[in-house]
């Protein structure tokens, strides 16, 4: 069985070192994911009937990072076996991963509007709601804000503290950011990945015709 040489050999513990660092960054979305679920702050202010697409979105990314962490381990069995079909496996993996990436960035950039909104109309229905006060109170301790323009009559007393439905704005948007940032640095990350694993494969392939 031949085994790459030279240059190859480079490349071959590149992407070892490439897909432990795939591996930690698994482990970075999967702690962003945990703590946009476990956030207190955003447990509060969700509560247990707060709109479903942030916490679908918040799913959608655990599950993401819990599969990012198996394929960095898939790569780098394959690049320390040097093994074509782990190799295969991995560039077949990671080309999924961006796909579904890709599409949840989409959805996300086009749905971030709609998730705030659901968010500020989840506040004014508690606000309206006198059985949900505990939630109201959360809102407006946490964001240090009170009312909003659906809800004139709640905070009369306050009227000079920033509105409720701009600081839930400037909340759940730095939060997103945060998501954001993290997917591009995923993308980028996967797609020298992809272009390692193949680079590899082909040279394990060549190596071993020769033979």
Known sequence: MGKVEGGMKCVKY???VFNFIFW???SLVLAVGLWLRLDPNTVSLLGEDGPDTFFIGVYILIAAGGLVM???F??????V????CLLGLFFACLLVIFGAEVAAGVFGFLNKDK???????????SAQDTNNNTTVQSYHIILNCCGSPSTPNLCQENESIQKC???IQEFFNSKLFIVGYVGIGIAGVMIIGMIFSMVLCCAIRNSREVI
Do not use: P
């Open 24 to 26: 930690l960054m698994g």
């Open 74 to 79: 898939f790569g780098c069995c394959g690049a």
């Open 70 to 72: 198996l394929v960095g």
């Open 165 to 167: 439905d701009v600081a």
């Open 14 to 16: 590149l992407l070892f």
């Open 81 to 84: 076996r040097e093994s074509q």
């Open 115 to 125: 998730i705030i909104e659901e968010i500020k109309q989840f506040y004014d229905d």
